[in-house]
T-cell receptor
Framework: GEDVEQSLFLSVREGDSSVINCTYTDSSSTYLYWYKQEPGAGLQLLTYIFSNMDMKQDQRLTVLLNKKDKHLSLRIADTQTGDSAIYFCAERGASNTGKLIFGQGTTLQVKP | EAQVTQNPRYLITVTGKKLTVTCSQNMNHEYMSWYRQDPGLGLRQIYYSMNVEVTDKGDVPEGYKVSRKEKRNFPLILESPSPNQTSLYFC????????????FGNGTRLTVT
């Protein structure tokens, strides 16, 4: 079935780059997403990538997609303390429910 | 500002007392959906709606009802809440069911005692 896997925790120093990785199983996924959740807050859509793209850059964010390996990554350049949050990878496959399949979330800790 | 608005943000209630969590979007989206988020279980879809008057069950619909009388609103109804419905609830919407990103509200934290 559909599944999305992420590592649970990442710690970086302020100013470094962060790379959060994700693997997924549904090869029919047309969109892949990254969401950010800060404590007590909702899910903020950070960025997304079409499955026919390899890379998407949006300011400090770079998304890389390896469709062959079903691997997605989110790189945050010049990570700031305000980037500390939980980051969710998600796919929206061909299911007619429109359901998003989320990973477990990666907690990013940014140390000053 | 384009957004999905949920109310209330926090709600504490007692077992069996009917409640409604409202959800409204101002983006003219056709598709709307409800999720609940629980530690260790992640985000699970409760109900979804493809368009006005078209709703269907997600993965965990038991104990919930929804309605979609207007395009912008998609309330979640708990007729007889129970403690196992204590959770963080999110409403979401997208332009269509395929090939468009899902936008989430800020969440409603529900506690049922």
């Amino acid at each position: 079935g559909e599944d999305v896997e992420q590592s649970l925790f990442l710690s970086v120093r302020e100013g470094d780059s962060s790379v959060i990785n994700c693997t997924y199983t549904d090869s029919s996924s047309t969109y892949l997403y990254w969401y950010k959740q800060e404590p007590g807050a909702g899910l903020q859509l950070l960025t997304y990538i079409f499955s026919n793209m390899d890379m998407k850059q949006d300011q400090r964010l770079t998304v890389l997609l390896n469709k062959k390996d079903k691997h997605l990554s989110l790189r945050i350049a010049d990570t700031q303390t305000g980037d500390s949050a939980i980051y969710f990878c998600a796919e929206r496959g061909a299911s007619n429910t429109g359901k998003l399949i989320f990973g477990q979330g990666t907690t990013l800790q940014v140390k000053p | 500002e384009a957004q999905v608005t949920q109310n209330p943000r926090y709600l504490i209630t007692v077992t069996g007392k009917k409640l409604t969590v409202t959800c409204s979007q101002n983006m003219n989206h056709e598709y709307m959906s409800w999720y609940r988020q629980d530690p260790g279980l992640g985000l699970r879809q409760i109900y979804y709606s493809m368009n006005v008057e078209v709703t269907d069950k997600g993965d965990v619909p038991e104990g919930y009802k929804v309605s979609r009388k207007e395009k912008r609103n998609f309330p979640l109804i708990l007729e007889s809440p129970s403690p196992n419905q204590t959770s963080l609830y999110f409403c979401a919407s997208s332009f269509q069911v395929y090939n468009s990103p899902l936008h989430f509200g800020n969440g409603t934290r529900l506690t049922v005692t």
